[in-house]
């Protein structure tokens, strides 16, 4: 339990005192919010779609949660090569805990990112269906984030260096986001497209999102928490395998 | 009743002696302990592969409580792949290990809290504070809380960081990390601490600085100190025992007098030219170094 919290912490304080990281990486979403939510808005209310403002407001929610979720796990590589992780891992505890505390950290921050781009799309005129169910959808954002940390960390595990970071970015990172539903309805997609969106588990996320704060949605909410429950599930356990395999 | 009927030799026994009596069991196990207690870092035959290349070749050694132990070695020897395998980070490929009784392989949690190591790069968290980084520390030993400040505090004092303990690590000089980090070492009372190239690119002032404190907490709190330099003078200055160690086997080892003694050099660096025929130099280490690294990315072999 220690183990857990002293790990968890760790990760809040390294994302408290990095205020630059924090206003930096919500620089990205309101771009998008602003530049596509305003710019594609005429469009999608000419296709009888309503508001496209209202509609992007989750998915980019999702995009900021994704993104500091995943970076928060690839950090691992950074503890690895300036050598914080040497520290932990000589320490009497069941690396599972590490693993966990890590995990939960780096979820916790993402969380906090994805409330952040939540207020800001409000400041800009985003409101949600019902105020009560912002509460719900901010446990269903930390599951996203757990989600997409353990897979963040299981990645890292098998990396040596910042070598294969780009690579992840370009290859993972950006087609989950992009196949995700964050920025186009899931209805009525090309066939391919289709599958792609349905095996990615952030378009569950997005679309668990959209429910509960726009009340529209593709899945419905049981399927979505179904399936980011078990992905998490298995990320986690994976990810604490390989990171159980690391050797220094 | 028990009896040896094995003769000795050269000895004319009149009688059969019994070894078993009333008072003897408990003396059986009394040398047993004494056995144990009398190395708490056993090494026996001890092999470490990455893919071809064999970075330490069958080396069988043991430290006594203690004990100031230094591994002696050019870069690339097998030094640091030794530490690693003592301190559970990687797995040997044959070979036993006991360190303060226990089994790296098969508990390394058990050995994990006998020992405290100092890396041979730094280790700790630069976000953090020096506080911090030891509380981070004594929480993951799970240390009690009143404990856990009273040793960081008088730690902190010890390495004379207790005024800076509120800065970021970032801020910190080379050397205020190197104390910083043996602090933390130390700080859950380990039996054995472990110091991979301690002084490496510290200056000559930080390095005795950093010494005085190693001998005086080995001499009040009797801890075992094991360290590999590839400074002659270092070895010959602090240790009470040397291993010399290069290509991945131990050459000689013994106290600097007696290595001195064996080759009839008065210099330990002359006593090093005469075991292994040449100085140490980095550049051959490097060398193997090179090796060490492609063997490494192609063998696959460092992943368990």
Redesign the interface.
């Known amino acids: 339990m220690k183990t857990i919290y002293i790990m968890w912490l760790r990760e809040l304080k390294r994302y408290f005192r990095s205020r630059s990281r924090m206003i930096g990486s919500l620089g990205q979403p309101l771009l998008f919010l602003l530049a596509l939510g305003y710019g594609l808005g005429s469009v999608f209310r000419a296709a009888g779609e309503g508001s496209y403002f209202r509609f992007l407001g989750p998915g980019i929610i999702g995009m900021s949660i994704i993104f500091t979720a995943i970076f928060s796990g690839i950090q691992l590589i950074w503890d690895r090569q300036f050598g914080f992780l040497k520290e932990t891992l000589v320490a009497p505890v069941d690396r599972f805990y590490i693993m966990l505390g890590r995990t939960l950290g780096g979820a916790t921050v993402a969380t906090l990112q994805g409330i952040l781009v939540f207020f800001m799309a409000v400041i800009f005129g985003f409101r949600p269906e019902h105020w009560v169910l912002v509460p719900v959808a901010i446990l269903f954002m930390l599951l996203v984030a757990l989600l997409f940390t353990a897979l963040g960390t299981g990645i890292a595990s098998m990396l040596e260096d910042m070598q294969g970071f780009q690579l992840i970015m370009n290859f993972l990172v950006m087609p989950l986001f992009f196949l995700s539903g964050a920025l186009f309805p899931l209805s009525g997609l090309p066939p391919v497209l289709s599958a792609l969106t349905l095996v990615d588990p952030l378009s569950y996320g997005i679309d668990s999102f959209r429910a509960l704060l726009i009340g529209t949605s593709y899945f419905g909410i049981a399927l979505d928490l179904g399936v980011l429950v078990v992905v998490t599930l298995v990320f986690l356990v994976a990810g604490t395998y390989l990171f159980s395999r690391i050797e220094i | 009743m028990i009896t040896i009927s094995r003769p000795l030799p050269g000895r004319r026994r009149l009688s059969p002696v019994p070894v078993v009596d009333a008072a003897r069991p408990r003396g059986i196990i009394v040398k047993l302990l004494k056995y144990y207690m009398s190395s708490i870092i056993e090494v026996k035959d001890l092999v470490k592969q990455f893919g071809e290349f064999t970075a330490v070749d069958r080396i069988s050694f043991s430290v006594a409580p203690g004990e100031i132990f230094a591994f002696l070695g050019p870069n690339g020897a097998g030094k640091s792949t030794t530490i ?1 395998m003592l ?5 040997p490929t044959q070979g036993s290990i006991r360190l303060g009784g226990a089994d790296p392989v098969t508990d390394p ?2 050995v ?2 006998s ?1 405290g ?1 100092v ?1 041979q ?8 504070t020096a506080e ?1 980084n030891m ?3 004594g ?4 240390m009690p809380r009143e404990l856990r400040r009273e040793r960081i505090e008088k730690l902190l004092n010890f390495v004379e960081l207790w005024d800076r303990r509120k800065s970021l690590v970032k801020e910190f000089s080379g050397g205020m990390k190197r104390r910083l980090e043996i602090a ?1 070492g130390l700080l859950h009372h380990p039996k054995v601490i472990f110091l991979d190239e301690p002084t490496l690119g510290l200056d000559p002032q930080t390095r005795n600085h950093m010494w005085s404190y190693l001998q005086e907490l080995n001499r009040t709190e009797g801890i075992t100190v094991f360290f590999t330099t590839h400074y002659m003078e270092e070895a010959d200055r602090v240790a009470g025992r040397i291993a010399i160690i290069d290509h991945g086997k131990i050459i000689a080892s013994g106290s600097p007098d007696d290595l001195k003694r064996q080759t009839g050099k008065a210099s330990l660096e002359d006593a090093f030219l005469e075991f292994t025929g040449h100085v140490i130099r980095e550049e051959e280490a490097n060398a193997t170094d090179r090796l060490r690294q492609r063997a490494k990315m192609w063998g696959g072999g ?3």
Do not use: V
């Open positions: 690693k301190t559970t980070l990687l797995r949690e058990a994990r809290r020992f190591i890396f790069d730094p280790s700790l968290d630069d976000e953090l911090e509380e981070f520390h929480m993951l030993y799970n933390r460092n992943r368990r």
